[in-house]
Every structure is written in C-alpha cells, then in structure tokens.
C-alpha cells in the first residue's frame, strides 16, 4: 500500500522488515499482531533509515523535546519497552483469553435460547473483529470447520469448547495444550489443593 503514514508509527518507504513481521492491511507492521520486540526492533530501523535519509529535515538532533523513545536514537538496537503502549499480540492474547473463558465461567448452567444466540454471535462478531488480523483470519477458517462451531447449550459445553479452541491456538503457536478437565479450577473455582 502506498497510504500515508500514521501519526504514530514511523515509516520509511523501504525499511527492513524484521523476518516474519506480520503486516497490516495498510501494508505496515501490524502492533497487534506481532510481539513489542518484533514491532520495536522493526520501528527503530525505520525510524533510523528516516534519520539517515539525505531528504530527512528533522534529524534526530533536533528532536529531543519529545517523550518518546523514538526521539534521541540513532541505534538500531530495540527500544525500551514501555507498560502503557497498544498491546501486542501477546498481551492482547492473554488479556483476550482472560475475558472469553471468564465468560464461559459465568455462562448459564442452562442458558436460555436467547442467551444461546448471545454467545454464537458473540463469538461470530468477535471472530470478525479481533484486532489481530491473522490471528482473526485464521480462527475464522478453524471455525467453519465441521464440528467447531461453538457448543453454547451449557456453561460446560461453552467452557469445553472454548477451552479446545484454546488448545487449537497453543498447538499452532507450539505451546503445550492445557488439561480441559480443569478449565473451571482455572477459570471459575480455583484450584484444588
Ligand atoms: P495464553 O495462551 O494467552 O493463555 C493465558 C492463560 O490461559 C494461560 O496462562 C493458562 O493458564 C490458560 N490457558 C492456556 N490454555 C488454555 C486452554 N486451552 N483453556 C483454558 N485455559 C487455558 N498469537 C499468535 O502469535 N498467533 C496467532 O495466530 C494467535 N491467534 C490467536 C487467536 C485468538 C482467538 C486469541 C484470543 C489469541 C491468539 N493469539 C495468537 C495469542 C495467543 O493465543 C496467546 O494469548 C499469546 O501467545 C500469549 O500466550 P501465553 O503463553 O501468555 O498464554
């Protein structure tokens, strides 16, 4: 894409792209769809290649007014990660997590039909809208797989399912599945001793 930058993220029209950076549809890195060191690594090599360009009126020199990590540096290093930038997909991912099988946990025991149609739509707009692009792409696919299409006639069947879709997600990333016997301890009761 060849849109105009974004007030907030540095562009450079051939920067490096770090390898396996996911991109945006606007054709720049995408902040919640890759990790803060991947987004950082890759803005600093942005933000340098604008600074050393022979056309850049506003070196780095003159910039130190600002608060932002960006302003001073010269390096290719990563910059600091700060605690109150836009998540990561990680960040975004477990804070996502948190908040989806929370709702499973408190979920009807027999939910009503209405409160049924809730929770499918819910999943089908969260599937359309997560900030991730990738991430949403990819959940989508998995969802119109025959016998995925969310089980929402009990908080168990909700929570089991949600757990599995879960465990889809921590297989393709390489992480270790989680115990679905135990998604309530997790996430509604606490462990048992
Ligand atoms: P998380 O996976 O975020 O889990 C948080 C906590 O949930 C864990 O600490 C554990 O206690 C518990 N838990 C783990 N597994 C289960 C389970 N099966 N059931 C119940 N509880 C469980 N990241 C990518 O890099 N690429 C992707 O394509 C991608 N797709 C995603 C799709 C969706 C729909 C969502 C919500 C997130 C996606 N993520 C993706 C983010 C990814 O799943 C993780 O959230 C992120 O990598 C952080 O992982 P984490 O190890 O901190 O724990």
């Not at 919640?32 to 600093?44: G, T, V």
Request: glycine share 4%; hydrophobic share 25%.
């Amino acid at each position: 894409s060849t849109s105009a930058p974004d007030s907030d993220t540095p562009s450079a029209p051939n920067a490096p792209l770090p390898k396996g950076i996911v991109l945006g549809p606007d054709g720049k890195p995408c902040r919640s769809c890759n990790s803060k060191s991947a987004f950082s690594a890759w803005s600093s090599l942005a933000k340098k290649q604008i600074n050393d360009s022979p056309n850049n009126t506003h070196s780095t020199s003159k910039s130190t007014s600002t608060s932002t990590p960006f302003a001073s540096s010269t390096h290719t290093a990563p910059l600091p990660i700060s605690n109150d930038c836009p998540p990561d997909v990680e960040e975004l991912g477990r804070s996502t997590w948190t908040l989806l099988h929370s709702i499973a946990a408190q979920y009807p025991t027999t939910p009503s039909p209405t409160q049924q149609d809730h929770a499918r739509t819910f999943i089908s707009s969260f599937s359309q809208l997560y900030p991730c692009w990738s991430c949403a792409s990819e959940f989508r696919a998995w969802l119109s797989k025959d016998g995925n299409a969310p089980r929402v006639s009990s908080r168990s069947d909700f929570g089991r399912w949600l757990c599995e879709a879960h465990n889809e997600v921590n297989t393709k990333l390489g992480k270790k599945t989680f115990d679905c016997e135990r998604w309530e301890e997790r996430w509604r009761v606490g462990w048992k001793d």
